[in-house]
């Protein structure tokens, strides 16, 4: 019998206590016709060991261990086992709900989207953080396709908190994404899910938002997109680079022009926030970064009614630029938990 669904999770070195949680809220959930394909990407700690153990004790755990390439390549490979009807990612330090799945089958009996959107909640610590949505179920229209791709660029202000960006707290149609070829790219150690999910809804014909919140999202001191990143300026021109072939091949609209320009802007004090707030020195090389395009003219080429967090962002960027003051900048990214929960953690 074919699983309704097969649940990803990539696993690399997670810790114990995070990965038994999150691998108990899938053995344990209420609904079984389910697959759950368990990637090790190479991990050298307890981890393999927890999987293995899993693994041996429920059947409908798949597990394949593999040399370390990175999550990217982990979910492809998760993608292409899958054999449910919809799939599904897990992060590894995260948890369902335990009806989770159930109700999502509840909800496929009378509807086959191709990708279904639930709510969440965010963790810190053991504070958990209902998502802020304020949406019931909803079937986005074909003529909303665009506007969910600018959601992911940061350059729309609807439906305001929905997770459009990330591969967790969605079900999507297997067979949608094994025939379009739709997976992540692999080497990519930033934005990769924002690529990924833009690629979805250039194909996804029905989209539906599923007001329930059962997937917990742990934000985790320790993880790589909450650590200082060196490369972080290289890793933006690369993700740049990829968005301006997107928008060229697939022959965006000039809206998404726009969006590219937006993504600079706030991509720009991502890059303070994550490298160059933490030293005086690297502040000096972020002000030389500012006279440089995109960055340079990026804040000209958008439309303040569109972005999303746009007033002080915006504004900010342009009084660093016209009076030369770094230290706007750092002020404003002083609370790192408040920006952490505003701007980085969709």
Known sequence: MIAIISIIIPVYNTEDKYLRKCLNSVVEQSYQDIQVIIVDDGSKNEARKICDEYAQQFPIIKLLHIENQGVSNARNIGIKEASGEYL???????????????????YLN??????????YSKVIGDIIIPSPVNLTNYSFKPSE???LQLIILRYSKQYNGINLCTPWCKLYKTEMIKQNEIFFMKGLKRAEDMLFNLNVLEYAKDVRFFANAGYFYRINELSESQSLTPQITEMSYQVRGYLEEFIKVRKKEAVFYEALNAYCIENIF????????????????????????????????VRITRLRYAKLQLYTLAASLQLRRFFI???YYKNKTALRGKFFSY
């Not at 948890?95 to 509840?106: G, I, K, P, Y």
């Open 145 to 147: 396709m665009k506007e």
């Open 88 to 106: 599904m990612f897990l992060d590894a330090d995260d948890w369902l709900d335990v009806n989770l799945c159930s109700n999502l089958v509840e």
């Open 329 to 331: 900048l750092g002020i």
């Open 270 to 301: 991502e890059q303070l926030y994550m490298y160059y707030s933490h030293d005086k020195e690297k502040l000096k090389e972020f002000y030389e970064l500012l006279k440089k395009e995109p960055f340079k003219t990026a804040h000209k080429n």
């Open 110 to 119: 009378n509807n086959t989207p191709d990708v279904i959107v639930f709510n």
